[in-house]
């Protein structure tokens, strides 16, 4: 199994910052993670994308994030990184740290998700 531990959110008013990180970490050896990220889950919402990256560096966006969060990856120790500027109240959510891994030689992934961190946007 992968364990994905995330730190970094909290409280910030309109218009701040916060930087989001997710460390994966395994009891066995991880092959590669081919895909990470992160999804957001609003009260009352379903879970969504927020951005992800994939090994190679395709990058993929919410639009509704797009310009104002950058997702960025240090594949070397299998983490992830969320750098959220201009937020809203609206971007107020549990966030969670998401990966694809490749766990057999083979090339069969599996996915894996984080315990969440809350993020809550003051207007």
């Known amino acids: 199994q992968v364990q994905l531990v995330e730190s970094g959110g909290g409280l910030v008013q309109s218009g701040g910052s916060l930087r989001l990180s997710c460390a994966a970490s395994?009891?066995?050896?991880?092959?590669?993670?081919?895909?990470m990220g992160w999804y957001r889950q609003a009260p009352g919402k379903e879970r969504e994308l927020v951005a992800t990256?994939?090994?190679?560096?395709?990058?993929d966006y919410a639009n509704s994030v797009k310009g104002r969060f950058t997702v960025s990856r240090d594949n070397a120790k299998n983490t992830v990184y969320l750098q959220m500027t201009a937020l809203r109240p609206e971007d107020t959510a549990t966030y969670y740290c998401?990966?694809?891994?490749?766990?057999?030689?083979?090339?069969?992934?599996?996915?894996?998700w984080g315990q969440g961190t809350q993020v809550t946007v003051s207007s």
């Open positions: 395994a009891s066995e050896t991880i092959f590669s993670i081919r895909l």
């Open positions: 998401y990966c694809e891994r490749v766990a057999t030689p083979q090339g069969i992934s599996d996915h894996h």
């Open positions: 990256m994939s090994r190679s560096g395709n990058l």
